[in-house]
Every structure is written in structure tokens, then in C-alpha cells.
């Protein structure tokens, strides 16, 4: 099993910036695929970012040119820089690992509200 642990979320006005973090209990091997996906109220979970081990990475077009993901080099800890952000930003993020199933964090509320 693998615990993944978020933080960073909060409150902040619109065209400003967050950042989160992702700590993952387990060493990452080589074909685990890390990454952020979000909830808002009333709509279905989608994909944010996701980053391989090898760092490569992938945004949904909503978020890319704001939202940059980056690990750690120890490739246990990811983030999410978050920018210029819209009210539609506003979600629960949750963190993600894909290693033949998925593992999810406990999710982090990010509220972008004026």
C-alpha cells in the first residue's frame, strides 16, 4: 500500500497563486505515474497533471501555461504551482498515483473566491 498525503490547499483571490504538495509513503518506481486530479461541487472528478518518473508531463488544457507540476529528486513528493487562478479553479485536489491501479490521496479544498 501506498499513503499519499496532500497539502497546500486554501483560500485566494482570484489571479493569485497556490502551491501544492504531495507526499507519498513509498519509494516510486520507474513506470508510476503521479499527478493531480479535481472535484468540484456537482461535477465529475477530472485530470489536472500528471508527471511520469521519467518527468514527463501531461496538463489538461484549462489549467496549462498556469499550473506547472514538478517532483521532488528523490521522486517521492510532487507539486502543483498554481497561478493566475480562476474561480473555476475552485475544487477539491486530490493527489494520484497510478501503478496498475490507482492510489489517491485525501484531497486538499482550493477555494478561489474574491
Known amino acids: 500500500q501506498v499513503q499519499l498525503v496532500e497539502s497546500g490547499g486554501g483560500l485566494v483571490q482570484p489571479g493569485g497563486s497556490l502551491r501544492l504538495s504531495c507526499a507519498a509513503s513509498?519509494?516510486?518506481?520507474?513506470?508510476?505515474?503521479m499527478g493531480w486530479y479535481r472535484q468540484a461541487p456537482g461535477k465529475e472528478r477530472e485530470l489536472v497533471a500528471t508527471?511520469?518518473?521519467?518527468?514527463?508531463?501531461n496538463y489538461a488544457d484549462s489549467v496549462k501555461g498556469r499550473f506547472t507540476i514538478s517532483r521532488d529528486s528523490a521522486k517521492t513528493t510532487i507539486y502543483l504551482q498554481m497561478n493566475s487562478l480562476k474561480p473555476e479553479d475552485t475544487a477539491v485536489y486530490y493527489c494520484?498515483?497510478?501503478?496498475?491501479?490507482?492510489?489517491w490521496g485525501q484531497g486538499t479544498q482550493v477555494t478561489v473566491s474574491s
Open positions: 494520484t498515483l497510478y501503478r496498475g491501479s490507482y492510489y
Open positions: 508527471i511520469t518518473s521519467g518527468g514527463i508531463t
Open positions: 513509498r519509494t516510486i518506481f520507474s513506470r508510476d505515474v
